[in-house]
């Protein structure tokens, strides 16, 4: 069994792929990831943390702690956001928070500096056409559904449509994020916004990672850079301000930047 196998039903597309992005020594993973945003104001240095920082490892016994690729919940005790903005994006998320309710997961997550104060660097990758495609639906509220699940679904749309409100105040454009449609994405830039409200700075990446034979063929997969601009842009329209993508959004005195990025990670099924 490979460290990939331990991943379970995510061990190949963009879920492996994203713990080999941040596989490695320190100032190697910043240097990566200050060169996938691309911006001369956005950096990450050796000092800042990111989820996930590596692959699984093997114990003694043979079997895998997944620990080093859990993906980030950003209102979780975690040093990427202090306490007290976790605990309100806790509260503005969710109605009830007994039991444990999951809160969204980003593929990468890490802090950084952005225009010279701490910030967060935020991605949500994709490998091939059908993690795209499957992200297009809403929030469903599955039956039958506890009190509880019932009060979250209707925050959630709240929150949803208060970010909506504020990016359009941000950008002066069309915003038509929603609970009930594109909710990943939706989610994404809600989150996004929160955060920068909360005076923290963020740079939310849509990566695409190209040529990912092992799980997608012919085209399925995504070929360039441009290939998957025009992939992101085609399946946010409507959805987000179509002028928002690499353009710096003041939301409260705090800058947003949503990227569209693309890289080639190599990755062989099997073999790692």
């Known amino acids: 069994m490979s460290w990939s196998n331990s991943l379970g039903k995510d061990s ?7 713990v080999l992005l941040v596989d490695g020594a320190k100032e190697e993973v910043a240097a990566r990831l200050t060169r996938l945003v691309g911006i001369d104001e956005v950096e990450v240095s050796s000092g800042d943390l990111w989820m996930p920082y590596g692959r699984p490892l093997e ?32 509260s503005w998320w969710l109605a009830a928070a007994d039991h444990g309710p999951r809160t969204p997961n980003w593929d990468i997550a890490s802090s950084c500096t952005i225009r010279g104060k701490k910030g967060l660097l935020l991605v949500e990758a994709k490998a091939h056409w059908n993690e795209v495609k499957g ?18 679904h209707e925050r959630i749309g709240r929150a949803i449509e208060e970010a ?5 105040s941000a950008s002066g454009g069309a915003w038509r994020i929603g609970r009930d449609r594109h909710y990943q994405m939706s989610n994404r830039f809600a989150w996004s916004w929160k955060l920068a409200t909360l005076g923290m700075p963020v740079v939310l990446v849509y990566l695409g990672f190209l040529y990912a034979t092992d799980i997608a063929k012919g085209g399925n997969l995504f070929h360039s850079a441009e290939h998957w601009e025009r ?3 085609s399946h946010s329209e409507g959805v987000v301000d179509s002028s928002c993508w690499g353009r710096w959004l003041d939301v409260n005195g705090a800058p947003l930047i949503p990227l569209i990025r693309a890289v080639r990670q190599p990755f062989q099924y099997r073999d790692v």
């Open 12 to 18: 190949r597309g963009s879920r492996p792929r994203c």
């Open 59 to 90: 114990r003694k016994d043979g079997s895998w702690d997944a620990g080093p690729a859990d993906e980030a919940e950003l209102d979780k005790a975690t040093d990427l956001v202090p306490g007290p903005m976790r605990a309100h994006l806790t």
């Open 135 to 152: 992200s297009s639906a809403g929030k469903k509220l599955r039956a039958p559904a506890s009190e509880n699940s019932i009060k979250n």
């Open 164 to 168: 909506a409100a504020g990016l359009r």
């Open 231 to 233: 992939v992101v842009t």
